[in-house]
């Protein structure tokens, strides 16, 4: 299935209230800016420009949000995105208003901005690596090799992974699981990357 396929499903199976508003910004935000591809992150749809979130839309029991990812507005309003919770298309602001907050987010991408909410973040420190799975790694050259070229965030999710076991038999069942998929390059939570 495609994306664009998968898209088109994700708003089908929305409430009968969301779908107009899901389509709306879809429509809106491919009119506005032609090149802009989508992606499934996180279960719901997101829109990418030269690579990076420009905005994401997303439905729920009652509402649907639109996330605009390099939106300097910090606070964003009730419920989950930029725009507040979203009800009907009435909730939406102006397709004008719409448009200059893509055009702002599309510009401080062409500059190589970080979003807002990420440009002042402190990387976290470093977890300690539980020593089974440093020593499991270690046994297995193709996992080692791959394991020293993570990003530190990948890194972590593993660490955690494993040192939440609660019992002996469930950290090592993690272990054994852990370097299978550092392995064949995969991040602990590869199941919902974008392949």
Known sequence: MTVEAEVDAYIAAQADFARPILTHVRALVHAAYPDVTEAIKWGFPHFLYRTKNL???AAFKNHASVNLWYSEDENPREGMGHLGKLTSL?????????R????KAVAMIDIGAKPPRMAD??????????PALTTAIATNPTAAAIWSSFPPGKI?????????AKTDATRDRRVAQAVEWIAESKGRNWKYEKH
């Open 156 to 164: 972590r999710d593993y660490a955690e992974w494993i040192s939440e």
């Open 121 to 130: 973040r402190l990387p976290r420190e470093p977890l300690p690596i539980p």
């Open 55 to 57: 905005a994401s839309m």
């Open 90 to 98: 009435a909730d939406l602001p102006t397709d004008d208003e719409l």
């Open 100 to 103: 200059a907050l893509l055009t």
